[in-house]
């Protein structure tokens, strides 16, 4: 099956730690993003990358780094210096940009000891 | 900036019954406009995607319009099912910009 997995579903972080979200896609698209769900609000987006060995902040990328180093995979980690990292945690991909159809992957809940 | 409101943020309606969920953006200078559902701890499933050039798009039992000068969309639902109980969540994107912009979402129940 064709699709974005996200691990692990829930992850805790503990003060001072820094952890890492994975996102891995098979449907051979090139743009892949993160975007970060709190409860009752819409989704932010922290970065996004169009292509491998590129990747660009979005509107909340403080406290937060990525990496592209192959097309199918745009991990996500959250370190030490996001001092409010609880949320529900999506990635996403689409062929080339924003302006296309958007696929998601099932989320990953971090939550802080 | 551009901002997107839904409004309500929770609606709930009887099955059987056709529905109107509200999709509102502030800038009209939009690429296009995506309706999404989510289901509770899960991801967002792309429903319709309408292009800048168009006034309405047909999946199933979901019907979305666009009005860009007026800065509104919205999307029916005929025949509501329990099953499609969830948020629905709007989102726009402009031209040049690499991001979409999305609403809070609307939580739909359909009770049996």
């Known amino acids: 099956d064709g699709g974005i997995t996200q691990s692990p579903k829930y992850l805790f972080r503990k003060e001072g730690q820094n952890v890492t979200l994975s996102c891995e896609q098979n449907?051979?698209?090139?743009?892949m993003y993160w975007y970060r769900q709190d409860p009752g609000q819409g989704l932010r987006l922290i970065y996004y990358s169009q292509i491998v060995n590129d990747f660009q902040k979005g509107d909340i990328a403080e406290g937060y780094s990525v990496s592209r180093e192959k097309k199918e995979s745009f991990p996500l980690t959250v370190t030490s210096a996001q001092k409010n990292p609880t949320a529900f945690y999506l990635c996403a991909s689409s062929i080339q940009g924003a302006g296309e159809k958007l696929f998601f992957g099932s989320g990953t809940q971090l939550s802080v000891l | 900036k551009q901002e997107v409101t839904q409004i309500p943020a929770a609606l709930s309606v009887p099955e059987g019954e056709n529905l109107v969920l509200n999709c509102s953006f502030t800038d009209s200078a939009i690429y296009n406009l995506q309706w999404f559902r989510q289901d509770p701890g899960k991801g967002l499933t792309s429903l319709l995607l309408?292009?800048?050039?168009?006034r309405e798009q047909t999946s199933g039992r979901l019907n979305a319009s666009l009005d860009k000068s007026s800065g509104r969309s919205t999307l029916y639902i005929a025949a509501s099912q329990p099953g499609d109980s969830a948020t629905y969540l709007c989102a726009v994107s402009s031209r040049g910009a690499q991001k979409l912009v999305f609403g809070q979402g609307t939580r739909l129940t359909i009770n049996p």
């Open positions: 449907l051979n698209h090139d743009a």
């Open positions: 309408i292009q800048s050039s168009q």
